[in-house]
């Protein structure tokens, strides 16, 4: 059995364009191995799923692509290009949208200023420049319109308060965020843990409308089933290093859990 060949397994068909991509990316935390060299690639239009035993290395992988924390070696390079994010907000900038389970939303705060926050628009002309006054009727249609591509039809009112929206629908909120901006890249860790099924499935809707529309999505889960359901390839960590690269095709589940766990090797 062999690692898949990235180009192998596109939609694109050896054509995708890689978006992102981290090469020996080591972190430590004293005499801790977090990640011992981990290459990743992402490409556009694709889900890659990542998955692994707990403290495998995932959280601290997508901290590292995403500005969380500064790798102590190893390159990242975005649309070919290097960066180096010292913190969130950089990531966030290149295009690099990250959505947690917690603290995903500001639940006292209205579906258009949660889309909004921190990156509120200003209106036109001196009232903005000068005066600072927000542009809150374009940010709400603009926010409505956001949500709607998302297909979340269930959100009626983008001034209602996000604490008075189901599990669901705030992850529906987050996930928006993420898409609304030209966003590039989304990574979502473990996004649907405290989810029902239907919300499950909602989020995972809009994971694929992610997709649709052009977007590398990284997605975090600990559901195989999920990850089967929806990945276009599976980056598999193991002991702070990644085991394989496989995708639903061409491994099953039970392979998967196998590389995970050790008990199965992958050649290449
Ligand atoms: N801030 C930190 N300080 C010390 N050790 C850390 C820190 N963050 C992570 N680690 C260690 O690095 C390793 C990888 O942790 P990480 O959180 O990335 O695992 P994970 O794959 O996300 O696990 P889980 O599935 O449980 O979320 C673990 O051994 C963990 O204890
Ligand atoms: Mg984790």
């Known amino acids: ?31 801790v191995v977090g990640l ?9 239009g694709e889900v890659l799923a990542i998955i692994g035993d707990n403290g495998a290395g995932k959280s ?11 790798p102590d070696a190893g390159t990242l390079e975005l649309d ?15 295009g690099i949208e990250t959505v947690y389970q917690q603290l995903a939303v500001i639940p006292a705060l209205d579906i258009a200023s949660n889309l909004y926050l921190a990156r509120e628009e200003r209106r036109a002309g001196p009232l903005g420049s000068v005066l600072r006054m927000l542009d809150k009727k374009g940010m709400r249609e603009r926010a409505g319109k956001a949500v709607q591509e998302l297909g979340i039809q269930t959100i009626q009112n983008m001034g209602q308060a996000v604490e008075t929206l189901s599990g669901g629908q705030r992850q529906a909120v987050a996930v928006s965020r993420a898409a609304a901006f030209g966003g590039k ?4 860790d473990e996004p649907t843990a405290a989810l029902g099924v ?22 975090i889960s600990h559901n195989m089933p999920q990850v089967w ?40």
């Open 1 to 31: 059995m062999t690692a898949v060949a990235p180009d192998s397994t596109g939609a694109a068909g050896g054509t995708q364009q890689q978006i992102l991509s981290a090469r020996g990316l080591i972190k430590t935390f004293g005499r």
């Open 36 to 44: 011992d060299g981990v290459d990743l690639d992402l490409y556009r």
């Open 60 to 70: 601290t992988l997508i901290k590292c692509l995403t500005g969380a924390l500064v």
């Open 80 to 94: 070919g290009k290097r960066v180096h994010f010292q913190r969130p907000q950089d990531a966030r900038d290149a």
């Open 185 to 188: 890249v989304v990574v979502l």
């Open 198 to 219: 239907k919300e499950s499935n909602q989020v995972l809707e809009m994971v694929k409308s992610l997709r649709a529309k052009g977007l590398g999505v990284i997605l």
């Open 229 to 268: 359901e929806v990945a276009d390839r599976i980056h598999i960590q193991r002991l702070g290093g990644r085991a394989g690269v496989i995708t639903p095709q061409s491994h099953s589940m039970t392979d998967g859990v196998g590389i995970m766990t050790g008990a199965m090797k992958l050649e290449g």
